[in-house]
């Protein structure tokens, strides 16, 4: 089972100015065997997600260890997941019950866990920091290590993932104002193992918080390969 990384359906970007209870992103879900779509979210409005929804009733899952915010800067990141997405091209769209600036990515797998797909999860936020860190036990290199990252910062600011993960999207950026009010987000992946450190840095101490987990295979002689990127930080 060899599915490769698609092309993006949205361009990534960012908007000046306003924000929204929703963002929305076109995905297109590719055919293979036990597709898992994994969803990364933030904002810097300490907004909790009230729904992630694809293809119109097709509800996304938020586990309660997968969220993080910073103590008092807002920056909030989350991670999302729906067993056997239908193959189509759809919206997912997410909502919060105020408004927010949003930083968003789907990314869909194969060979993966059908029922609680995600377990290990870790966190790390900060009000100030030039980095986040943490370790996730996966127990198997069939897993896949999944991670979701936000910061309040502009757009000359990139966020590196560190070495062994691959990149998914990054440094996209909604703004309402000026450079302290912006938000930037990045996810990423890495192959599963006994315990898999991930993180990600840059260059000015600012507000930020992250999310890791682990994506279980489906079985012992499966792997999990990311089969389709999608709508890679897209911002509202």
């Known amino acids: ?53 694809f293809n119109t009733s097709e509800n996304l899952t938020g586990d309660a260890g997968g969220k993080a915010e910073s103590a008092t800067g807002g920056e909030r990141q989350e991670i999302w997941w729906l067993v056997a997405p239908t193959v189509t091209t759809a919206d997912v769209v997410f909502t919060t019950a105020g408004n927010a600036q949003h930083c968003g990515s789907v990314m869909t797998y194969v060979g993966a866990k059908q029922s609680a797909p995600l377990d290990g999860y870790q ?4 009000d100030a920091a030039t980095s986040l860190s943490a370790t996730v036990t996966s127990g198997a290199t069939d897993d896949i290590v999944v991670v979701g990252v936000c910061a ?67 079985g012992a002689a499966a792997s999990i390969i990311p089969s389709l990127i999608m709508s890679p930080y897209r911002t509202a």
Request: net charge negative.
């Open 1 to 53: 089972m060899a599915v490769a990384r698609g092309t993006a359906a949205v361009i990534d970007g960012g908007t000046s100015g306003g924000v929204t209870t929703t963002l929305t992103l076109s995905v297109t879900v590719d055919s293979g065997s036990d597709r898992v779509m994994v969803a990364f979210i933030g904002n810097r409005n300490s907004e909790p997600y009230t729904g992630v929804v």
């Open 123 to 126: 966190t790390d936020d900060s």
């Open 152 to 218: 309040r910062k502009n757009s000359g600011f990139p966020l590196a993932e560190d070495a062994g993960q691959t990149d998914i999207s990054d440094n996209a950026v909604s703004s309402n104002g000026g450079s302290s009010s912006h938000i930037r987000g990045a996810s990423s992946d890495e192959p599963g193992g006994a315990s898999i450190a991930v993180g990600y840095s840059w260059s000015s101490s600012v507000g930020c918080s992250m999310v890791a987990a682990n994506l279980i295979q489906v």
